[in-house]
């Protein structure tokens, strides 16, 4: 067992967390205050190569490890998750989801420019009635023989607006139930689709999330990612992936707000002496500090597992359920140190309280990830 | 033409010092390492300039006196986008034994443009540069702030009192620069990353030379004064306080 980082592994998280600092810091705020979309950053994330950071240079790809995109997730969601989510949109959900399961055409077509970080990919699973019950889509989409007649609505889609490329979830035979569900591969500029007003959320304001509606689009079949059916086991597989880099969001965004805390502590002074002396607030530190090594722990241990071609969907489910459940404590834990400072906005500690609870909502809930992760081991 | 950049590997600016051996020695305990930042803004501006004249520039190499720890300096400097490194494996302590090491390797292959930052932000010697323009027998610059290739002309501007100087120069020549030779230094992105693996870093091991300095001790600044905070409609207090105790009024 080697605990070690490479030289590359720790390039990376330095170079993500510069971008981080130097980037999105200014104006994260601002920009969560008044839900404006990070364009110009994403622009340069980019460039930077973290938007496909996984994926085979050959497709444009960085050609990076798992342990390297934790690592990258934790340093930018250590400041900004708005911008974290939609590189773990990208990265987990639609390119690696073209990239293993997709045909050559489709990686041609859409995965060399979203691997590029050319075009920004949405996923489109959750429904106004389907959210942890991913099953029971209702979105149609209808097998006209050389192409599917697309209709119905997903909700909660991060990147509605600024992805060019959609990985859609719908119904075709609705009879089959689960096994009836397909994968398809959406221009978003496809006639028939709307969006709706931007979700005024709690947080990740600046996060670019929306209603989509599919109003008689057409899909050609050449877009339909595997075999007719395959889409259901395509988005477990997919969000098995996708939880690494949620988990790594919530251990990001615990960090952010643990590293507040202690330099606030050792600022702050009352009853005559920094507050870092006080034994509330020692052990405070203490116990955050525990649950964020163990968080990374099993972030870690996730990515490790993938990157070894080993199973590691339960290892993904124990990580999000946990990081996203400390990332709630620490954050709380945060704000309760900085006092009346941590409650202003000023501080960052009451955003990244808000930005940790969603890690404890989206992309299956922390109750979804015990239903993962218990079923593992009632099973037999 | 071919650029060299000469980069030093310091500790990251935060890092808390502290000092070992009697102060003696400085504590490197748990410390990050760094490319020294006027290094790091020299090496940005000679990427600038190959990208800009992509036929003109043939290399960028990178060269740095230190010990196996500072490969993963040097492994940043390819990351960022030079295409080559050399270390010169010894401790680098001494102003003049850096310098001698770096003129050795020099003289055995022509570089056109040498570029070194004024002074590395750990011991602040501010004087490789002009020791190895001496040693190399090569006109050097100091305190360049813009440095450009024009028509394949060298076009440098340095600071002087009150102003700023515009000088050409011949090749070879050194440049020692400063702020404001590239506006922010680059972080590497994730494909530079993964090929810096694979660009050569050359180890030269280093010649004899003598020492000129050696350290006797370090000590540390005088711990800032305790800062008061007076409210903002307590003006008297203020006053008060600025004259009779801090004496500035």
């Not at chain 2, 071919?2 to 051996?21: A, E, G, M």
């Not at chain 2, 494996?89 to 034994?97: G, H, L, R, T, V």
């Amino acid at each position: 067992m080697n605990f070690e980082f490479t030289e590359e592994h720790k390039m990376i998280q330095q170079a993500a967390k510069d971008f981080a600092e130097r980037e999105l810091l200014p104006d994260v705020i601002e920009r969560d205050e008044k839900q404006e979309f990070a364009a110009e950053h994403v622009k340069k994330l980019a460039e930077l190569g973290l938007i496909g950071m996984m994926t085979d240079p050959k497709y444009g790809g960085g050609g990076m490890d798992t342990i390297s995109y934790v690592l990258a997730m934790e340093e930018i969601s250590k400041i900004d998750s708005s911008v974290a989510v939609l590189l773990s949109v990208c990265n987990s959900l639609v390119i690696w989801g073209i990239e293993t399961y997709g045909t050559e055409e489709q990686k041609e077509k859409y995965l060399k420019p979203l691997a590029s970080g050319k075009k920004i990919g949405a996923f489109l699973l959750s429904e106004p009635e389907a959210g942890s019950d991913a099953t029971s889509q209702r979105t149609i989409a209808e097998d006209k023989g050389d192409y599917y007649l697309v209709n119905g609505t997903k909700n909660w889609i991060t990147n509605a607006n600024s992805a060019s490329t959609y990985v859609l979830i719908a119904q075709t035979h609705p009879d089959k139930k689960h096994k009836g569900i397909n994968a398809l591969i959406v221009d978003k500029n496809s006639q028939g689709i709307t969006l709706g007003p931007h979700e005024n959320k709690m947080g990740m304001r600046s996060s670019d999330t929306h209603s989509v509606m599919f109003n008689d689009v057409k899909v050609p079949k050449e877009n339909r990612i595997g075999e007719d059916g395959f889409g259901f086991p395509f988005a477990m597989k997919t969000l098995d992936g996708g939880r690494i880099g949620i988990a790594s969001q919530a251990l990001g965004i615990a960090q952010g707000a643990f590293e507040r805390a202690v330099k606030y502590s050792k600022e702050r002074k009352a009853f005559g002496t920094e507050i870092s002396n006080h034994q509330s607030v020692a052990f405070k530190l203490a116990e955050m500090a525990v649950k964020i090594e163990n968080a990374r722990n099993l972030c870690l241990k996730a990515a490790w597992l993938k990157d070894q071609h080993l199973p590691y969907g339960i290892a993904s489910a124990m990580a999000k359920q946990y990081a996203a459940d400390i990332a709630m404590e620490v954050t709380t834990e945060a704000v309760q140190i900085h006092g009346g400072y941590g409650y202003v906005k000023e501080y960052h500690v009451e955003r990244l309280m808000r930005e940790a609870k969603l890690t404890q909502i989206y992309e299956g809930t922390s109750e979804v990830q015990k239903i993962v992760i218990s079923r593992s081991i009632l099973k037999d | 033409m071919k650029i060299l950049v000469c980069i030093s590997n310091v500790p990251d600016t935060t890092t808390k010092i502290k000092f070992v051996n009697d102060n003696k020695d400085f504590d490197a305990t748990g410390v990050q390492w760094i490319i020294n930042p006027w290094d790091e803004l020299a090496l940005t501006r000679a990427l600038e300039i190959k990208e800009a004249n992509a036929t003109a520039i043939e290399k960028i190499t990178v060269i740095n006196v230190g010990l196996t720890a500072a490969e993963a300096t040097i492994r940043k400097a390819l990351a960022i986008g030079a295409d080559n490194g050399i270390r010169i494996n010894a401790d680098p302590k001494d102003s003049y034994f850096v310098a001698f090491q770096l003129a050795e390797v020099i003289k055995k292959e022509n570089f056109d443009i040498i570029l070194c930052g004024i002074e590395s932000c750990d011991y602040n010697g501010a004087s490789v540069g002009g020791m190895l323009a001496e040693l190399l027998d090569y006109t050097s610059v100091s305190a360049v702030s813009h440095l450009n290739l024009e028509n394949n002309q060298i076009i440098l501007k340095r600071e002087i009192d009150g102003g700023q100087e515009l000088i050409s120069v011949q090749t070879p020549f050194i440049g020692i620069v400063q702020k404001g030779i590239a506006k922010d230094a680059r972080i590497p992105n994730m494909r530079g990353i993964m090929m810096a693996k694979s660009k050569p870093l050359q180890v030269v091991e280093a010649v004899d030379s003598d020492n000129y300095t050696d350290f006797v001790g370090f000590s540390y600044p005088k711990p800032k004064a305790a800062c008061k905070k007076i409210e903002p409609e307590n003006v008297k207090e203020l006053i008060n306080l600025l004259h009779n105790e801090a004496k500035v009024l």
